[in-house]
């Protein structure tokens, strides 16, 4: 890899952004779960199908390609909660919005890790530790043993066990205590600008963004939330963090 390249090229796909890593210092590489690692289309997809059948049935037509595009544009306004944009939106009577926030569950057990999640996480794990820092239910832990993804994993810092929420930098720090790394020996990898580069900026983290799911739809505002590098799939990691031959015989972790 040609780490002189200027910063803004594209090389295969791979943009860089406000500066390249430096590939020889780092020792960690710390993931997002959802629409990073994980697919969560299928299960908010189907989340947004029960709130569309749901709103019919109360006398809204509502149509699901609206809603879709409605968290779209939740996401291009970095809005939390898209559910309950949409049901603010659509649904004009009070009991009727209960009545239907009662009924939506979503549907974990649809989530899939994506394709190419365990090759790229097996051939990472040559090069460097690889941690989690995700929000995400309890259970993360066994999710990604079912995904045949734990194995790969050294470090798990989880909203629901660490009490600790994205975009809070103290899940990073978490995850960085345990880990005994420095933030510059770190990248944070994940699909949020809110939740996963600012917060993993502000400690020092170099960042990757990868556009999935719909994390894809948040702009860059400003230089602070631009990550140093922005991929667009789990395969384009391999030839942007695997150093080449001369570069491995004189690094370890």
């Given at each position: 890899m040609d780490t002189a390249c200027a910063p803004g090229m594209v090389i295969s796909g791979v943009q860089g952004g406000i500066g390249l890593p430096d590939i020889a210092g780092l020792k960690w590489l710390f993931f997002d779960v959802g629409d990073t690692l994980v697919d969560e289309w299928e299960p908010?997809?189907?989340?947004?199908?029960?709130?569309?059948?749901?709103?019919?049935?109360?006398?809204?037509?509502?149509?699901?390609?609206?809603?879709?595009?409605?968290?779209?544009?939740?996401?291009?306004?970095?809005?939390?909660?898209?559910?309950?944009?949409?049901?603010?939106?659509?649904?004009?009577?009070?009991?009727?919005?209960?009545?239907?926030?009662?009924?939506?569950?979503?549907?974990?057990?649809?989530?899939r890790p994506f394709p190419s999640a365990a090759k790229v996480l097996e051939q990472l794990s040559h090069h460097y530790l690889i941690g989690i820092i995700a929000n995400q239910s309890p259970g993360t832990e066994m999710r990604l043993e079912s995904y045949g993804l734990r194995k790969y994993v050294h470090v798990l810092a989880c909203s629901a066990e660490e009490g600790v929420s994205k975009p809070d930098p103290e899940l990073y720090a978490v995850a960085l205590k345990q880990a005994g790394c420095a933030p510059e020996e770190a990248v944070m990898i994940g699909d949020r600008i809110d939740n996963d580069i600012v917060p993993a900026r502000s400690l020092g983290l170099h960042t990757i963004r990868i556009l999935q799911g719909y994390g894809r739809f948040q702009p860059v505002m400003s230089e602070h939330e631009r990550a140093d590098w922005t991929v667009e799939s789990l395969d384009e990691l391999l030839p942007l963090l695997i150093p080449d031959v001369s570069s491995d015989e004189n690094r370890s972790v």
């Open positions: 908010v997809d189907d989340i947004i199908g029960q709130f569309v059948r749901e709103a019919n049935a109360c006398g809204y037509p509502v149509k699901i390609e609206a809603v879709r595009e409605l968290f779209a544009q939740c996401y291009q306004s970095y809005e939390q909660w898209p559910m309950k944009v949409a049901i603010q939106t659509y649904i004009q009577d009070e009991g009727h919005r209960k009545q239907i926030q009662d009924k939506l569950k979503f549907h974990k057990e649809l989530e």
